[in-house]
DNA sequence: GCAATTTTATAATGATTATTCTATAATTCA
DNA sequence: TGAATTATAGAATAATCATTATAAAATTGC
């Protein structure tokens, strides 16, 4: 019934996150979205509102294939296996990410969660979704004789994650393969049930 | 020889901490640090140069007060106690942060070091410092007993430092007791010797 | 008390910020 | 084909950004 957008949102979305992700929110300015968008301002801000709600719209898409994507990859593994998976996975992309743009959840975690209340209710809800994902590994691990059950399976899950954002902090700063496995071996080791 | 300042140099560098600290450099503008620090801007800009250089004489003091004299503090004591008192003195002061500030290095460390080389090179001495401590404690530990001396040094405090950032980030979006303390409770268990 | 020097106050600077206005182009339904 | 609708391009907007120019004020050594 009108003229139809030049322009695919999705790559739009994710020209976005690229620029979010690298910069954060207020570093990065409206000229730069336009650039790697290659929208003019006027379609951009007719097609997403402002650049709080490109942000919002960028950010879930991230949370979603960043985040939630992963944890249902890993969940389908053996307990034991799903923990260490995970956690690799993170150390992994913390050395494979040469621009050192760390995670945009823990990234804006500190940027955006203390002053925009919505964006801190997407991050905890992400930050409880990983706390629950251990929390049920380690119950199962648990059951299943993988893990020692003789720990607070509720401690463990609050300490996975609470390790999983310290290694994306020192990643920013020092990506280095011994420093982050260093860093992850003994919260692993600690899982071995006692007689391992 | 000539007319005198009319302002306190260090509580102008106090008021830029509580500035940059509570905002972050970008979200700070000279017109808050104008406000904060009650000076004009000529005397700011002929006193401390520019807003670069403004933080980092205000980001060196946080680290000289906030940090090294921290641990210098529990250096002294006996090394298991060391350990636990930095750690539970960080979840502390995470309680008790009723701004949700978090830490000015863990914030800048991923808000500036990716961009800055000279604010990053701040940070690596400070997450090796940190990394050193609590090396030189658990090897303490290890000779009298009271660590578990099986355990890689070297890994230990490495994990130990992550832990600490992971803290810090967790803590700007859900500052609860429960959480922090749950999140260390493992980990600090995991330096018991293999005895007890 | 005067010259020299530095700090102040005020205003102005040019650049950049996010956002919007105006007009034109491209489509669909009738 | 024409009316309605939406997308575009390009320029304009007002606000804010960090920084500096100008000139008056306050001190010291002489």
Redesign the pocket.
Known sequence: ???????DPEAVREAAIRCFWTRGY?A?????LLEETG?????????FG???TLFRIAFEHYIETGINARLRHFERLPPRQAIEGFVEDTVQRSLGDAQHKGCMVVNSALELAPHDAQVRAAITEVFERIESFFLRCVRAGQVDGTINAALSARNLARSLTTVLMGLRVLARVRPEKALLEGATAPVLALLAPAGQ
Chains 1, 2 share one sequence.
Do not use: G, W
């Open positions: 019934m009108a003229r139809p957008r030049e322009f207020e990065t300015s409206i000229k730069e929208l003019t301002a006027a379609s951009l801000y007719n097609a402002d650049k709080q």
